[in-house]
Nanobody, 118 residues
Framework: VQLQASGGGLVQAGGSLRLSCAVSGRTVSSYDMGWFRQAPGKEREIVASINWSGGRRYYADSVKGRFTISRDNAKNTVYLQMNSLKPEDTAVYYC????????????WGQGTLVTVSS
């Protein structure tokens, strides 16, 4: 199983970015998928997740109303649309896939850096 995250970059506050996570070796419509982030000096935190059926989404309070998680089953890709970005959103963003039997995220992408300037 491989997860390839992309789409990070430098953006001004108030701007938007869309992160992509292309998955191989596992079907995104059969597993819960999540986006996490880790800012310098801070612990990794979950940002958003989508369950295997697509019927349930979770968002951290800090991103509710600004970020949207979605997926394209045909492309086996998960997205994170990030709008109204703030400097505090600066972090390395990781996508991950959860094993439904253990409900733990067992495969991770390599991370993509998002930098939001003020």
């Amino acid at each position: 199983v491989q997860l390839q995250a992309s789409g990070g970059g430098l953006v001004q506050a108030g701007g938007s970015l869309r992160l992509s996570c292309a998955v191989s070796g596992r079907t995104v419509s059969s597993y819960d998928m999540g986006w996490f982030r880790q800012a310098p000096g801070k612990e990794r935190e979950i940002v958003a997740s989508i369950n295997w059926s697509g019927g349930r989404r979770y968002y951290a309070d800090s991103v509710k109303g600004r970020f949207t998680i979605s997926r394209d089953n045909a492309k086996n890709t998960v997205y994170l649309q990030m709008n109204s970005l703030k400097p505090e959103d600066t972090a390395v963003y990781y996508c991950a896939s959860a094993d439904l039997a253990t409900m733990t995220y067992d495969y991770w992408g390599q991370g993509t850096l998002v930098t939001v300037s003020s």
